[in-house]
Nanobody, 120 residues
Framework: QVQLVESGGGLVQAGGSLRLSCAASGSIFSINAMGWYRQAPGKQRELVATITRGGRTNYADSVKGRFTISRDNAKNTVYLQMNSLKPEDTAVYYC??????????????WGQGTQVTVSS
């Protein structure tokens, strides 16, 4: 059984910062790409940022220069540092990981989501 558990969401004023964490646990052999997605009310889920096991990153244009994704492979954890937050960043943020389990089966896993609310 593999789980992704997110933490770090909350309420912040515009211009503020938050740091999200997502830890993967369970019968894990290895983790390939990890990433963060978000879904605002009435909108589709969208990509925020991804990072490969080797550290190559990709960002949505809307967050470039403000958000930084990183990971600790030893801890099976991915982070999202969010600076200069805007009200339009308000959404539920989901962690995603491409995981190969101890049974050598690869699959896509999602966290339960963490709410980020940015007030104006």
């Amino acid at each position: 059984q593999v789980q992704l558990v997110e933490s770090g969401g909350g309420l912040v004023q515009a211009g503020g910062s938050l740091r999200l964490s997502c830890a993967a646990s369970g019968s894990i052999f290895s983790i390939n790409a990890m990433g963060w997605y978000r879904q605002a009310p009435g909108k589709q889920r969208e990509l925020v940022a991804t990072i490969t096991r080797g550290g190559r990153t990709n960002y949505a244009d809307s967050v470039k220069g403000r958000f930084t994704i990183s990971r600790d492979n030893a801890k099976n954890t991915v982070y999202l540092q969010m600076n200069s937050l805007k009200p339009e960043d308000t959404a539920v943020y989901y962690c995603n990981a491409d995981i190969i389990t101890a049974h050598l089966i690869g699959d896509d896993y999602w966290g339960q989501g963490t709410q980020v609310t940015v007030s104006s």
